[in-house]
Nanobody, 119 residues
Framework: VQLQASGGGLVQPGGSLRLSCAAS???????????MGWYRQALGEQRELVAA???????HYTDSVKGRFTISRDNAKNTVYLQMNSLIPEDTAVYYC???????????WGQGTQVTVSS
């Protein structure tokens, strides 16, 4: 499984970005057996889970992004998205796409995409 993340960039506080993560190499839909997640790692900090969506469609968000970020997926495109609104400087980080297999717990990681929130 390969994950290709895109969509990062520089945005002013209060702005929006949408990250995309395109999955390839899975047999069928990657979403059937994998929880998809977005993690982020700020400079000098540990990587943290930002949002996740399980195969059944339920979503989870870390408290700091609730009401501002939305994770979603397009089954036909094998792509997961992270819509980020009302961005604040504290959201600045490298964002990583992740797929975790339900049975094996194996993690697949995409390359990071930099998000910088600054005026």
């Amino acid at each position: 499984v390969q994950l290709q993340a895109s969509g990062g960039g520089l945005v002013q506080p209060g702005g929006s970005l949408r990250l995309s993560c395109a999955a390839s190499g899975a047999s069928g839909s990657i979403f059937t057996f994998n929880t998809m997640g977005w993690y982020r790692q700020a400079l000098g900090e540990q990587r943290e889970l930002v949002a996740a969506i399980i195969p059944g469609g339920s979503t989870h968000y870390t408290d700091s992004v609730k009401g501002r970020f939305t994770i979603s997926r397009d089954n036909a495109k094998n792509t997961v998205y992270l819509q980020m609104n009302s961005l604040i400087p504290e959201d600045t980080a490298v964002y990583y796409c992740n797929a975790r297999h339900l049975l094996t717990m194996h993690d697949y990681w995409g390359q990071g995409t930099q998000v910088t929130v600054s005026s």
